[in-house]
């Protein structure tokens, strides 16, 4: 199924739904499509715009799904000679990274 239509599925489930909320199964769509076009360069609002909802409403649902899913709880960054260390509470390890690097990594994990 092509992102067009994914996105047009969401917006035809999401005027059949009843009440105010999305459901999960409409959740779990656009977080999909997000997904898709996150990976072809695709902001957060235009990928609200297609699905037709608020940017807020898909940052939320986003972030909720980031936070159930993460296994990362904790990240410590201490710098030593301008190159940034990474510990996770799992043990991982990630150094020779600049600062700056670092931050693209983290940015680009969500």
Known sequence: MGMDELAGQFRRSAEGRSGLRYGKGLQEQALRYAELAR?????????????GINVWTLARWQEGREASSSTIH????????QV?????????RVEGLSLSELKS??????
């Open 39 to 51: 990976a072809q360069g695709r902001s957060r609002r235009e990928i609200a715009a297609d699905l």
């Open 74 to 81: 904790e990240v410590v960054v201490a710098e030593s000679r």
């Open 84 to 92: 940034a260390v990474l510990v996770m509470p799992s043990g991982v």
């Open 105 to 110: 990594v983290l940015a680009e994990l969500g």
